[in-house]
Nanobody, 124 residues
Framework: QVQLVESGGGLVQPGDSLRLSCAAS????????MGWFRQAPGKGREFVGT????????TYADSMQGRFTISRDNAKNTVYLQMNSLKPEDTAVYYC?????????????????WGQGTQVTVSS
């Protein structure tokens, strides 16, 4: 079956950087747009960004533009989220997800598969 497994979360201080990984299995990775979402305590799921199947096109939420970078390694079936200049308001559970590659992937409804999430806490 399809599995998306996130890793790399943890507790960091404001201004720090963190890289999350999401390893996919059970699917043909290049058939999917990959996305990252997050959910803070008491809030709904929020779009972070997405990357197309080839890795040549990315889209980010306005609040993450310039601080977050999504990349993918199709040989490793893995997508990454590099987060720089982290702020306390970035504290959330971060999820990766896979959408059919004809989907743009900016909405959660685009996505067929989801990981279990990894906690990121930004605090001094």
């Amino acid at each position: 079956q399809v599995q998306l497994v996130e890793s790399g979360g943890g507790l960091v201080q404001p201004g720090d950087s963190l890289r999350l990984s999401c390893a996919a299995s059970g699917l043909t990775f290049t058939m999917y747009t990959m996305g990252w979402f997050r959910q803070a305590p008491g809030k709904g799921r929020e779009f972070v960004g997405t990357i197309n199947w080839a890795g040549g096109s990315t889209t980010y939420a306005d609040s993450m533009q310039g601080r977050f970078t999504i990349s993918r390694d199709n040989a490793k079936n893995t997508v990454y989220l590099q987060m720089n200049s982290l702020k306390p308001e970035d504290t959330a559970v971060y999820y990766c997800a896979a959408a059919p590659r004809n989907r743009r992937g900016t909405m959660s409804q685009d996505y067929a598969y989801w990981g279990q999430g990894t906690q990121v806490t930004v605090s001094s």
